[in-house]
């Protein structure tokens, strides 16, 4: 029901932008995350959304390089991703859920998760 898209290789400096199509899902949801991982390491959080509000969230190592944002008339998430450095190499997947309720950060609050797509900077 989260089908992401926009992956692909770029050079270190180069831009992305993901997006994440929940129009699969007959709901609504309230909070919408990117997260990321690379084989061996930890998931970790990259940024959120709060889809009512349009509050923000960032991990502190792409603060002022990523912007989530939201489309609710096509029930899409984005996540533009500038000024892209190696260490950003990792699949990125969306998550979603229904209520939030807690750490828009944590991974343990999402309900609902996409397949991810591959970002790799060299």
């Given at each position: ?6 992956g ?12 994440c ?9 309230r ?25 923000t ?47 828009p950060?944590?991974a343990?609050m999402?309900g ?11």
């Open positions: 029901q989260l089908v992401e898209s926009g692909g290789s770029v050079q270190t400096g180069g831009s992305l932008r993901l997006s199509d929940a129009s699969g899902y007959p709901g609504t949801f909070c919408m995350g990117w997260f990321r991982q690379d084989p061996g390491k930890v998931r970790q959080a990259v940024a959120a959304i709060y889809a009512d509000s349009g509050a969230y960032y991990a502190d190592s792409v603060k002022g390089r990523f912007a989530i944002s939201r489309d609710n008339t096509k029930n899409t998430t984005y996540l533009q991703m500038n000024s892209l450095k190696p260490d950003d190499t990792a699949r990125y997947s969306c998550s979603a859920v229904e209520t939030c309720t807690g750490n950060l944590y343990q999402y609902y998760w996409g397949q991810g797509t591959q970002v790799t900077v060299s």
